[in-house]
């Protein structure tokens, strides 16, 4: 596709729901991230995929949040019994390659708003 | 685990003067990106830094990254309206890219 994309725009729950954000990725990008971005702050990291390999889960804030990327392509990030602190835009990024110790570009989709009432 | 720290958390100027974010690592760095965001938008990539002392230019913008390269910097010469928006420096040690806090820029016309 000409960008990554991200599904839904907005979505609003209530506080014990469980939720699934959707990321569809750069065709081609082998390196997927999630990050999430509370009001007026920065991007705190969550998650990695590149490729196949395991992904880094070090940035998930607890076990409440898993993510999954299926044929290394389309990723979803699972927030279950969500609570209110979780409420923040939800970013997902993907880029060409990881090159030995370089990163490449990371292209942003334009993320998911998530608000738990 | 690896920091990221910007500073100011956020400028508010007179269209026409220059600005400048600062950025610093905990650790060495591979390489450095800047992003900027817009109110409302998403980080766009802005540039790449990769090697020791590098300094890149972009019309207005100038990008250095530290001798050490645990620094880096950008800076904005007599600033726009068009340059509004939160500037984001990002690491990357070898795993994935930690940002920093972001430099909020406000310009006065």
């Known amino acids: 596709g000409a960008g990554v994309s991200q599904s839904p725009s907005n979505k609003v729950t209530e506080k014990g729901k469980d939720v699934e954000l959707r990321c569809d990725p750069i065709?081609?990008?082998?390196?997927l991230y999630w990050y999430r971005q509370s009001l007026g702050q920065g991007l705190e990291f969550l998650i990695y995929?590149?490729?196949?390999?395991?992904?880094?889960k070090s940035g998930l804030p607890s076990d409440r949040f898993s993510a999954e990327r299926t044929g290394g392509s389309v990723s979803t990030l699972t927030i279950q019994r969500t609570q209110q602190e979780d409420s923040a835009v939800y970013l997902c990024?993907?880029?060409?390659?990881?090159?030995?110790?370089?990163?490449?570009?990371?292209?942003f989709g334009p993320g998911t708003r998530l608000t738990v009432l | 685990g690896q920091q990221v720290m910007q500073i100011p958390q956020y400028q508010h100027v007179q269209e026409g003067e220059d600005f400048t974010t600062y950025c610093n690592s905990s650790?060495?760095?591979?390489?450095i990106q800047w992003y900027k965001q817009r109110p409302g938008g998403h980080p766009v990539f802005l540039i790449q830094?990769?090697?020791?002392?590098e300094v890149k230019k972009q019309k207005r913008l100038t990008f250095q990254f530290g001798e050490a390269k645990k620094n880096s910097s950008l800076h904005i010469t007599a600033t726009q309206t068009t340059d509004v928006g939160t500037y984001f420096c990002?690491?990357?040690?070898?795993?994935?890219?930690?940002f920093g806090s972001g430099t909020r820029l406000q310009v006065q016309p």
């Open positions: 830094l990769v090697k020791s002392g």
């Open positions: 650790t060495t760095l591979s390489n």
């Open positions: 065709s081609g990008h082998t390196a």
């Open positions: 995929f590149q490729g196949n390999s395991a992904p880094d």
């Open positions: 990024a993907s880029s060409r390659r990881e090159s030995g110790r370089r990163t490449d570009t990371q292209y």
């Open positions: 990002a690491g990357f040690t070898g795993r994935a890219l930690t």
